[in-house]
């Protein structure tokens, strides 16, 4: 089990990061609430990992701190969660928006996320409050914001490829392309680089 990376930022493209140890450059995808505490490209980053093996592939997931590595243990072993939705999960939520969720069976919350109707958020509901018990009681916090000026590694680049970035993000964590789309237009401003774009979009879409 690899349960912690520590090394050189190489690549930031949402949702996965490629970190160089020693030499070897490890891919790993994270939700987008890790993402946005990475610092820029060319950094030391320390990365709290799950890793997981298939008959076709074999996946690091990486994040921020050791309580969302959790949850996220604890969400894929809900019937029906695999590994990429409970990235998606932990993308449109923060760890306290999602025990606080779970903690208040606030369904229609859970069924905001794409992938998730109505039978599925019941039954995580019902799964899962005793289980997070152990996380204490949630905060009910919003997702990390930073200013745009201020957004690691942040550079200049063009509107189109802003946009089509978050648009690709958003498609990776499970929404339909011709969704994607629209959240990303009704979100994007001037100046705005892609994480930026993702954060407003997925907060839009709770």
Do not use: C
Not at 101 to 107: I, K, L, M, N, R
Not at 148 to 167: F, I, L
Request: hydrophobic share 45%.
């Amino acid at each position: 089990m690899i349960g912690q990376i520590r090394g050189k930022l190489l690549e930031k493209q949402p949702p996965e990061i490629v970190v160089d140890v020693a030499g070897m450059g490890y891919e790993i995808q994270m939700p987008m609430t890790s993402f946005y505490q990475l610092p820029a490209a060319g950094e030391e980053v320390t990365v709290y990992t799950h890793f997981v093996v298939r008959e076709d592939a074999q996946l690091l997931f990486g994040f921020a701190d050791k309580m969302e590595r959790g949850l996220f243990r604890e969400l894929i072993k809900a019937n029906g969660v695999g590994p990429k939705l409970g990235l998606t999960i932990l993308s449109g939520m923060s760890a306290s928006q999602f025990l606080s969720a779970v903690q208040h069976e606030d369904v229609s919350a859970l069924v905001a996320m794409p992938g998730i109707g109505k039978k599925t958020a019941e039954r995580l509901v019902v799964e899962l409050k005793d289980r997070l018990a152990k996380f204490g009681k949630a905060q009910d916090i919003s997702l990390p914001t930073l200013p745009m000026d201020e957004s690691p590694g942040q550079t200049m680049v063009p509107v189109n490829d802003v946009r089509e970035e978050a648009a690709s993000a958003l498609v990776s964590l499970g929404y339909k392309p011709a969704q994607a789309s629209k959240m990303v237009a009704g979100v994007y401003q001037d100046e705005m680089d892609s994480e930026a774009v993702i954060r407003e979009a997925l907060k839009a879409a709770l």
